[in-house]
């Protein structure tokens, strides 16, 4: 099992930096991969990149060149994950979430909320 949350959400004016954080914990070590996704409201939920246990990294054409996704390495039992989002866009609000992939199975968060606004 493992348990997945999401922190660092909130209002941001187009332009500006936002950085999430992504907190796994239980059965980090069995994590192949941590994704980042988006769902604006009326939307399909998009997937906006992607970090591999080895450290390789993959975005989405849309946030390619402005939002990058790091790693801290596995501490004790949390392996934490960010998402810096730079030059943000009003396009850019939504929920974004974080799943964490087992062989077994994915694991989500709740979810944290991103509005970007003037």
């Known amino acids: 099992q493992v348990r997945v949350v999401e922190s660092g959400g909130g209002l941001v004016q187009p332009g500006g930096s936002l950085r999430l954080s992504c907190a796994a914990s239980?059965?980090?070590?069995?994590?192949?991969?941590m994704d980042w996704y988006r769902q604006a409201p009326g939307k399909q939920r998009e997937l906006v990149g992607t970090?591999?246990?080895?450290?390789?990294?993959?975005?989405?054409d849309s946030v390619k060149g402005r939002f990058t996704i790091s790693r801290d390495n596995a501490k004790n039992t949390v392996y934490t994950v960010y998402l810096q989002m730079n030059s943000l866009k009003p396009e850019d609000t939504a929920v974004y979430s974080c799943?964490?992939?087992?062989?077994?199975?994915?694991?989500w968060g709740q979810g944290t909320q991103v509005t970007v606004s003037s």
């Open positions: 799943t964490a992939r087992l062989n077994s199975r994915n694991f």
């Open positions: 239980g059965s980090i070590f069995s994590i192949y991969a």
């Open positions: 970090i591999t246990s080895g450290g390789r990294t993959n975005y989405a």
